[in-house]
């Protein structure tokens, strides 16, 4: 299994952006679909956004698109999601994870996980 460890979390006035990075271990990044996945107290685990290997397939979740993007440099074993117009709601901690195969938005079809950065968002 791939490790990866996330970044780039912290506070942030409502309307601000964050920029989250994953570095992940390995030489077989490229064959690996990923996915960011985010979880606030007390609620569910959810799909945030997804990426294919290649960088060329992307899903986002609805109240994400148009304000969250992800993206992967496959060089540096790293995938990102930049996150723009934050809102309160978006606080939680932000999980990524990594699957073989095709990006999906479901979290029990992810092997690897991360051990989470915290986004806070004040309003």
């Known amino acids: 299994q791939v490790q990866l460890v996330e970044s780039g979390g912290g506070l942030v006035q409502a309307g601000g952006s964050l920029r989250l990075s994953c570095a992940a271990s390995?030489?077989?990044?490229?064959?690996?679909?990923m996915g960011w996945f985010r979880q606030a107290p007390g609620k569910e685990r959810e799909f945030v956004a997804a990426i294919s290997g290649s960088g060329g397939i992307l899903y986002h979740r609805d109240s994400a698109k148009g304000r969250f993007t992800i993206s992967r440099d496959n060089a540096k074993n790293t995938v990102y999601l930049q996150m723009n117009s934050l809102k309160a709601e978006d606080t939680a901690v932000y999980y990524c994870?990594?699957?073989?195969?095709?990006?999906?938005?479901?979290?029990?079809?992810?092997?690897?996980w991360g051990q989470g950065t915290q986004v806070t968002v004040s309003s």
């Open positions: 390995g030489r077989t990044f490229s064959s690996y679909a």
């Open positions: 994870a990594a699957r073989v195969g095709n990006p999906k938005s479901t979290r029990y079809q992810y092997a690897s």
